[in-house]
C-alpha cells in the first residue's frame, strides 16, 4: 500500500515523478502544466485570474501559510465584492493576483482589521461590514465550486453536512450530472450513502481521493493490520456520522441550520418546497426526527444504545425523542 499503491491508481492526480502526492499544477496530454483541482477554481476562475504561474503561485502561499485555499479564494472574492458595491473602501479588483496575495497574507497574520475578521470567516467579516449575500455559505462554510443549483443531490449535501458546505463530506454531482429523473428519494439515500462511506474512509485516515485503492472501504487493509471491526464498514460509516450529528444536536444545530442560503433560491436556482422535501426524505433515510434528531431506534441499530440516556453532556435523553 502507501504512495505506491496511490501512485498506480490514481494516476489521474498525481504525477509519477514526485516524492509525494500533491502539487499545485498537472500535466495535459499536449505538454501544459495548469494548475490542479480547487487551485485552478477558488484561486483561478473564481478570482478572475487566468495567468497559470499567477494560480500555482497563490496555492503555494495559501499551503505555506497554512490556510485552507477554497475558504481564502472565497474570502478573497467577498472582499472584492463588498469593495465593488461599496461595503469596503479596497483597492482589490478581479484578475488582480498581487491584490489576493496581500490580502492572503492578511487573514494569516491577522495583522490589519479585514484580515483579522476575515480569518474567522466570510460570515464573520458580513456580520461586522455588511455583504451577506455577496458569496453564500452553509453552515458559515463558503461553498466551494460546485453550483448545486443544477444538482439537487449536492445541495442536500452542503446543507447536511456536520462542518457546512464542504464537497470532501460527498460529492453525489459526480453522478447526478450523468443520469436523469433523480427522484427526493434516491437524492437522500445518494447523499446518506456517500456520506457513511466517506465516513469510513476519513477515519482511516485516508484522502477520498484515493478510493479506488479501498473499495472494499478498507476491510482488506484492516484485516492485514489483525483489525477486525464488530459490525460491516457500512454501518460503521453510518455510526460515525450519527456521533457527529449526536455533537451537533448537543451544541445547538437542528433542521434550520441544515438550509441553504437565499441567494441559491430564485427562478433558475433551487426552489425551496422542493428542497424541504428532499430534506424530509433524508431525515426519514437517516432514522431521524423531524427537526434533525437521530432517534432511539437508529443508535440502538448502529451500536450506540450504550450513550448516556440524557445524552452527549445534555442532549436531551433518547427516550424524549
Not at 245 to 258: H, K, M, S
Request: hydrophobic share 40%.
Amino acid at each position: 500500500m502507501g504512495i505506491e499503491a496511490v501512485r498506480e491508481h490514481a494516476t489521474g492526480r498525481e504525477r509519477p515523478n514526485d516524492v509525494a502526492p500533491g502539487d499545485f499544477r498537472i500535466e495535459t496530454a499536449t505538454g501544459e502544466s495548469i494548475p490542479r483541482g480547487g487551485t485552478a477554481m477558488s484561486l483561478g476562475a473564481g478570482l478572475g485570474i487566468d495567468e497559470f504561474d499567477a494560480v500555482v503561485e497563490l496555492g503555494a502561499l495559501c499551503d505555506e501559510l497554512g490556510i485552507d485555499l477554497i475558504s481564502a479564494g472565497s474570502a478573497v472574492a467577498w472582499t472584492i465584492r463588498a469593495s465593488e458595491n461599496g461595503i469596503l473602501d479596497r483597492e482589490i479588483d478581479f484578475g488582480d493576483p498581487d491584490g489576493a496575495r496581500r490580502l492572503l497574507r492578511e487573514i494569516a497574520t491577522r495583522d490589519t482589521p479585514l484580515g483579522d475578521v476575515l480569518a474567522e470567516g466570510i460570515d464573520s467579516a458580513a456580520r461586522r461590514f455588511g455583504g451577506q449575500e455577496l458569496v453564500p455559505t452553509v453552515k458559515a462554510m463558503a461553498l466551494p465550486a460546485y453550483d448545486p443549483r443544477g444538482a439537487p443531490s449536492m445541495a442536500l449535501a452542503y446543507a447536511t453536512s456536520d462542518r457546512g458546505a464542504c464537497h470532501r463530506r460527498a460529492l453525489p454531482i459526480e453522478n447526478e450530472v450523468f443520469k436523469d429523473g433523480w427522484t427526493p428519494e434516491r437524492v437522500a439515500t445518494a447523499v446518506a450513502e456517500e456520506q457513511d462511506r466517506r465516513a469510513v474512509l476519513w477515519s482511516l485516515v485516508l484522502d477520498d481521493f484515493v478510493a479506488p485503492v479501498f473499495s472494499d472501504l478498507g476491510a482488506e487493509w484492516l484485516a492485514a493490520a489483525g483489525v477486525v471491526p464488530d459490525t460491516d464498514l457500512r454501518t460503521v460509516g453510518e455510526r460515525i456520522w450519527t456521533l457527529t450529528r449526536l455533537f451537533n444536536v448537543r451544541e445547538g444545530f437542528d433542521r434550520a441550520d441544515d438550509a441553504l442560503p437565499p441567494s441559491l433560491a430564485g427562478e433558475d436556482g433551487i426552489d425551496p418546497e422542493s428542497f424541504e422535501r428532499t430534506l424530509d426524505r433524508y431525515y426519514e433515510v437517516r432514522e431521524w426526527t423531524a427537526d434533525g434528531r437521530p432517534t432511539s431506534k437508529l443508535l440502538e441499530r448502529v451500536g450506540l444504545d450504550d450513550i448516556d440516556r440524557n445524552g452527549l453532556n445534555g442532549l436531551p435523553a433518547q427516550s424524549d425523542i
